[in-house]
């Protein structure tokens, strides 16, 4: 009985593991829709709206993906994962990209089998503190309680600032932002710490946000992006590049509005890129019209930032690093030829 | 005269496999066996060629790095230095300790509420009806939500004990702080000689084993009883006290109020007590229920007699029913703690630190090792179920009707 019980969870384990081998584009184009791991709710990365429809910045990402792969933006479903269980969604094969401000590290690309296909976000960890507490840098937090994500790269992080700095502190971890939201504006915890733009995100939902500030130190890198299974070349190519195309699409100027005039243009690479010429979408057994398609369901990379998480938004965040190349940002995409 | 009949042995045929019922079940069972084997094999095969496929290994070698993350509740020392077998321990550890304090509370709960729901006061008996059916029926998952919100809502946080119009103050005369991040109380500090002190209570403890041996070796000869127990609890405390007094070893540090929190003294996470309350009160409802069925299996003839030999009714309850209700209760009692114990790692919804959210939760995430995470996991709730079980078999046959 009790051996039965283990093997039963290694039988479960296995089925799932099957159900990941290679062949997912095969497999989204016969299911017709793509099933994309998101944050459980993060305004502006990803949360559903008053009607229920999912909105944010990863979302975005999705909906271009499956616009790209199906031809349709809408042909998405979405899974809500917390920190702990979305690798383990993605490698069991339950979703089939996760697009969850994740950060790419060298264990999680090597170690734990994934592939990160780019960098939608370039990002750092922040401390939000309430202003009463009369702290103005991290160093100060000596002693104090903070609220932290579990199953984080924030939650190492952490550790080692704390320890660099010959401070103690006690962790309060938490799995959801509804939680970390409790916690936190409760003064169950004197800081919270996670990446600096879930930091405005999370305080933009804040009743009185105003109260609330992020410290000035940035104690890590962490570029997050969206990721999908090793071992699956194409379909890490087709999100590789699909994320490139709407990076390329705000460097080209083509934008939602503009899209159908661009395809008009003598630009040899918006061409290229539009699909009016060449045929770069077949080599990856795509239509050509694929980056066509991917723009058109929320504009390009500037567009989905400023509607979601950029400046005038709740989440008030500026570009930065994540600025094009010629803007003095990191956002640079390689060439579409 | 008969003729005599030659018995011969019937020569084996294959059919006879299936038909003759001296074959069948061999049979059956070979085919059982070898249906299972292949079954299990397959599994196992299956699993190696997908762990493959993925480009996974099977080893268990990160169980010896460095874990890098902290604890909020580590019984054992442990830091971020600390290996993943470590912080398994230190999960492991904080799993007991839930589960140990669980039971206990939950055993006296269960034990009073049952107690109560027979009680002749139909007030008392009808609480103790609605503690039973609110909690029983509730998912304990909820329960520690519950319980968690009210703790992070109900309570202050830290500032508000300070400055001179503070809104909350310590309590107990000044030693406890009970904050919505958990309680902080008065720790002992062991100083020079509390070997002493350690001493004198053990001696204090022997010498009230040997006084209840005394009282009722006094009771069978006479028929006189003393007031043990509060003699008991003298002996056991009072010499302790006094030596402790004398030499001054053991002293009592008091959390204050620092920068961001109390500070000195013990602390007891709100997600150990949200947790170990929400555990109690939700086991402590089935085991009312057990208790209650327990002495409404003793014949009403059992304290009919007792009371007729002029026995008070709390030493009816105490030395004529339980007793014998204890047989009925104790197999179904076992199951509870098991459900505790396994209950237990829900943990993770409030952030206790227990073995699901150390190895299971932050090791498996920040190290990719799902399958053997899982397999560590669910071999130490099997080991931690079964070693359970088998001190209160232990125990059941140590109070079972001895039969001759």
Redesign the interface.
Known sequence: M?KG???G???G???A??A??AGTLDDVKARGTLKCGVNAGLAGFAAPDASGRWEGFDVAYCRALAAAVLGDAEKVEFTPTT??TR??AL?SGEIDVLARNSTWTF??DV???LDFIGVNYYDGQGFMVSK??GVTSAKE?????VCIQ??TTT??N???F??TNGMT???????TEA?AR??FL?????AYTTDASGLAAARSGYPNPENYIILPEIISKEPLGPVV???DNQWADIGRWTFNALVSAEELGVTKANLDEMKGSQNPEIRRLLGVEGSLGKMFGLNDDWAYNAIKAGGNYGEIFAATIGEGTPSNLARGLNGQWTDGGLLYSPPFR | MTMPVAVTAEPFRLSMLIYDTRYRSITIQIIALVATLTF?GW??S??LA??A????TFDFGFLQQRA?????QALIPYT?DSTHGRAALVGIVNTLLVAVLGCITATIIGVLVGVLRLSSNWLVARLATVYVETFRNVPVLLWILALM?VI??LFP????FRGDNATAAMMANGTVAIT??GAYIPWPVFGTGWQAVAIVFLLSIASAWAFGRYAHARQVATGRTLPTFWIKLALIVLPALIVDWLVGAISFQVPEL????F?GGGFID??LIALWFALALYTGAFIAEIVRGGIQAIARGQSEAAAALGIRPGRIMSLVILPQALRVIIPPLISQFLNLTKNSSLA??V?Y?DVR?TLG??TM????R??EC??LM?GFY?LISLAISTVMNVYNASVAMKER
């Open positions: 009790h019980i283990l093997l969870a290694f039988a384990m296995a089925l593991a099957g990941a081998s920190t702990e690798f383990t490698v264990t999680r170690d734990l089998k009463d507490l937090l000596d002693g104090a309680t579990t199953g939650e190492l952490l550790a080692d704390f320890k502190y006690q962790p309060v971890p938490i799995q939680e409790q916690q409760g003064g169950a915890c004197d299974r090793h071992g | 299990f599994i196992v299956n699993t997908n762990l496929a993925l480009g996974k890098g993350y902290d604890i909020n971020n919100a992070t809502d946080a830290p500032a508000a919505n991040r620092k920068r961001f929190n500070e709100k997600s993770i919804v952030g630190a959210a939760g932050i995430n920040q190290t990719g799902e399958l899982m397999i669910m099997l």
